[in-house]
């Protein structure tokens, strides 16, 4: 392929990575202004400390989804090499757990309990 189409490829993996870290960092500062800004109207400590901890789970979690589609452009589009394969199945694996145990922090439940709740909520309210 050309090489503007590679640079264009590495160039748009760049500003997916960008952005991937920017939520990121938004994403800090953002749960870092709600806290405070729960304390300060008078919610209670332990209250505010999980919504920060869940603002701050959502956070990292779209942003290591925007990393790993970056990782996946870089490796299948502009260097697809076995090497580089098994990095990305590496990185994959380690994001993939993270987003897991963030997942189980923020909702307080395994994923396969998920309907189980669900469904006892609706329980509670026809009742």
Do not use: C
């Given at each position: 392929?050309?090489?503007?189409?590679?640079?264009?490829?590495?160039?748009?993996?760049?500003?997916?990575?960008?952005?991937?870290?920017?939520?990121?960092?938004?994403?800090?500062?953002?749960?870092?202004?709600?806290?405070?800004?729960?304390?300060?109207?008078?919610?209670?400590?332990?209250?505010?400390?999980?919504?920060?901890?869940?603002?701050?789970?959502?956070?990292?979690?779209?942003?290591?989804?925007?990393?790993?589609?970056?990782?996946?452009?870089?490796?299948?589009?502009?260097?697809?090499t076995l090497q580089s394969l098994l990095i990305l199945g590496g990185i994959v694996l380690i994001r993939t757990f993270l987003s897991f145990s963030l997942e189980v922090e923020i909702e307080g439940r395994w994923p396969?309990?998920?309907?189980?709740?669900?469904?006892?909520?609706?329980?509670?309210?026809?009742?």
């Amino acid at each position: 392929m050309d090489d503007w189409f590679f640079s264009a490829l590495k160039l748009t993996t760049r500003a997916i990575e960008v952005g991937g870290i920017a939520i990121i960092v938004l994403g800090i500062l953002g749960a870092s202004i709600a806290v405070l800004w729960q304390i300060l109207h008078g919610r209670s400590g332990s209250d505010a400390f999980n919504l920060y901890r869940s603002n701050l789970g959502r956070a990292i979690l779209l942003g290591l989804e925007f990393l790993v589609a970056a990782d996946i452009i870089n490796t299948v589009a502009i260097e697809p090499t076995l090497q580089s394969l098994l990095i990305l199945g590496g990185i994959v694996l380690i994001r993939t757990f993270l987003s897991f145990s963030l997942e189980v922090e923020i909702e307080g439940r395994w994923p396969w309990d998920r309907h189980k709740g669900e469904s006892d909520n609706a329980s509670r309210r026809t009742a």
